[in-house]
């Protein structure tokens, strides 16, 4: 009988080295961000645990963008782990998530945020949305 297919947990690691994959603790929130984004929420008003308000400019440069790019955000699919990434910094983790569209699957369009400890948590500060 076959095993179900379960994604082995991602540790958060502080390696300056290399890019890792987004660690199983951080993809929860990610996805309340892109959830977010994806019903027109660029401020994140509904609010999203850890995450720094958005500020108005950032938020105004996403929707804008996203409005040129042409295509509709939705929801993240368990795909974009496989290839979405952050770096330890020294200070903070770097990230670039990976997002997808109505028209495109998995776009050209990424999500830019900085992870840095916080307590015994993490605090998430969205810097852009936009292709690299």
């Known amino acids: 009988m076959a095993k179900p297919h379960t994604t082995p947990d991602v540790p958060v690691t502080k390696d300056p080295t290399m890019q890792r994959p987004i660690p199983t603790v951080w993809r929860p929130v990610f996805r309340g961000i892109v959830s977010a984004f994806a019903k027109?929420?660029?401020?994140?008003?509904?609010?999203?645990?850890g995450v720094s308000p958005v500020r108005e400019n950032v938020a105004a440069q996403i929707a804008a963008y996203l409005k040129d790019y042409g295509?509709?955000?939705?929801?993240l699919p368990e795909e974009t782990w496989e290839t979405?990434?952050?770096?330890?910094?020294?200070?903070?983790?770097?990230?670039i998530v990976d997002l997808w569209t109505i028209g495109e699957d998995r776009s050209d369009l990424i999500l830019q945020t900085l992870v840095?400890?916080?307590g015994a948590g993490f605090k998430y500060d969205v810097r852009l949305v936009y292709v690299p």
């Open 40 to 49: 027109g929420d660029f401020r994140l008003s509904v609010g999203v645990p």
């Open 71 to 75: 295509e509709t955000l939705v929801e």
């Open 84 to 95: 979405s990434v952050c770096m330890w910094t020294g200070a903070r983790w770097d990230t």
């Open 116 to 118: 840095s400890e916080a």
